[in-house]
């Protein structure tokens, strides 16, 4: 299989699956308001793949993301009502949404400490963070939600006629080229990846700039997680529950090899959007969640079957 056509088949699968929604459910499929609310929810994912793309082109892989956005997300909201109380102040949203974001940072920094300077491999790690999060975010109001209702505009709200959570997504995606190809730590990510041990013969710094990546993811954890707690104005512990399926799914449809060293941030947003849309389909088509998550899977085994036929032929 050539690189031009492994590069252009998530474009051509989004396309697809474009055409047959269009036809099958064309009134539906077609409004402006089906497109906007897909792109809306698609903002939270696509941010978070961004931090994922970035671990997985450097070798590793987070499987704690879901539940790092439960804790992230119950952290700012608890922030919020301790400050502000019942009626939020926006000193208290804006403390409540910092807030947020650090936790996601001190649980990507966590992350990427352990597997660094304890030498441990990122599944075992994250396999393991993914469990402590979701107990945290439990442990934190005893299983209830943190409603928030006054929060509503990084979820809901819109500057220039665009909803704010799509215009803060398109500003990270374009950081994230920006910084993949034209930083140290860009090109650090993808020689960690392609061959952790000429990297560091090269002189790369490989535990510091790994810590840097998972702290990054965590960042972005964060600040996906502040925008969907407020498009729901509450925080739920049992937020991002299997989330990791759909961003690693992502990541790995949009053309990034989970044995590193391969990935672009474009490629990553197609995988994005082509899940939402899929799942946007399976709702109109009256399909249940069920059946979403059996589709996915098998998108994911072939989307990974691809990747190692064509490093099977590039040998």
Known sequence: MSKLIRQLLPFASLLLILVVLAVL??????AMDNFLNVFRRSSVNAIMAVGMTTIIISGGIDLSVGSMLALSGM??????????????????????????????????????????????????????TMSAFRGISYVMNDGQ????????????????????????????????ILLLRYTPLGRYTYAIGSNREAAFHAGVNVKRNLTWIYTLGGLLVGIA??????????????AGIALELDIIAA???????????????????????????????CTLLGYSTNVQLIIIGIIIIVAVAVDQLARGQAK
């Open 25 to 30: 459910r064309p009134h539906e499929f077609l």
């Open 75 to 128: 952290f700012g909201a608890w922030l919020m009502t301790k400050i502000g109380g019942d009626n939020l102040t926006v000193s208290s949203m804006l403390i409540g949404t910092l807030g947020g974001i650090a936790m996601g940072t001190v649980c990507g920094l966590l992350n990427g400490l352990l597997i660094t300077q304890m030498n441990l491999q990122p599944f075992i790690v994250t396999l393991g």
């Open 145 to 176: 939600p943190y409603n928030v209702p006054a929060y509503t505009y990084l979820g809901n709200g819109q500057l220039a006629a665009m909803p704010v959570s799509i215009l803060i997504a398109a500003v990270i995606v374009v950081l994230a």
């Open 225 to 238: 997680s502040t925008i969907a707690t407020s498009r729901t104005v509450s925080a739920q512990p049992t």
């Open 251 to 281: 990541v790995v449809i949009g053309g990034a090899s989970l044995n590193g060293g391969r990935g672009t941030i474009v490629g990553t947003i197609i995988g994005t959007l082509l899940i939402s849309f899929l799942r946007n389909g």
